[in-house]
């Protein structure tokens, strides 16, 4: 079945710990991105990218970073300059011709030790 | 984009009809109504959209009013598992997925 795989659905960091959240999809995706769920807030955009080896900055991208070396594959890496890391992290993609279909995995749930 | 206002909770009995209203007065004429839903712990859903038609499809229709500034999606025969936030989001269909804004959505409890 084609789908967009989140790994680990619970993950916890220590303090000053940098942290990766894996993201996968076989969907042919050209078009990833990360978001952020807050409890009593609504998502909110990390990161993005739209083709291979290029991604933006969202709307608070400070304290972490991507990378798109592959097209099927979105790692988020959650550094220790994100003072405020726990949260339920998504991720999603959308096909060229669909930009207003975004597909999401299941979510990781970041929590600090 | 445009925003959206929905009411933060409804309630439905199983196997009658949930109708979900969305306020979105501010919509442009290329700007499209999207609804996403979001069952707890899991990531949110694509249900349908819609530009001017009312539009239905397997899993709910979306009737939107002729001056665009509101719509209502319905749930025909609400079950347990549409107990979710369920999400209306405007946006133009030239524009980047970045300008979604994701608001808190309608927490919708279906009842037995």
């Known amino acids: 079945d084609g789908g967009i795989t989140q790994s680990p659905k619970y993950l916890f960091r220590k303090e000053g710990q940098n942290v990766t959240l894996s993201c996968e999809q076989n969907?042919?995706?050209?078009?990833m991105y990360w978001y952020r769920q807050d409890p009593g807030q609504g998502l909110r955009l990390i990161y993005y990218s739209q083709i291979v080896n290029d991604f933006q900055k969202g709307d608070i991208a400070e304290g972490y970073s991507v990378s798109r070396e592959k097209k099927e594959s979105f790692p988020l890496t959650v550094t220790s300059a994100q003072k405020n890391p726990t949260a339920f992290y998504l991720c999603?993609?959308?096909?060229?011709?669909?930009?207003?279909?975004?597909?999401f995995g299941s979510g990781t749930q970041l929590s600090v030790l | 984009d445009a925003k959206t206002t929905q009411p933060p909770s409804m309630d439905c009995a199983e196997g009658r009809a949930a109708n979900l209203p969305c306020n979105h007065s501010t919509i442009s004429g290329n700007e499209y109504v999207y609804w996403y839903r979001q069952i707890h712990s899991q990531g949110p859903q694509y249900i349908i959209h819609?530009?001017?038609?009312?539009e239905t499809n397997e899993m709910a229709s979306l009737i939107i009013t002729e001056d665009r500034k509101s719509s209502t999606l319905i749930l025909p025969h609400a079950t347990l598992r549409d107990t979710a936030v369920y999400y209306c989001?405007?946006?133009?269909?030239?524009?980047?997925?970045?300008?979604?804004?994701w608001g808190l959505g309608t927490s919708l409890a279906v009842n037995p």
């Open positions: 989001i405007v946006r133009d269909n030239a524009g980047n997925n970045r300008k979604l804004i």
């Open positions: 969907l042919n995706h050209d078009a």
């Open positions: 819609g530009l001017k038609n009312n």
């Open positions: 999603a993609s959308s096909a060229a011709g669909q930009k207003e279909k975004l597909f």
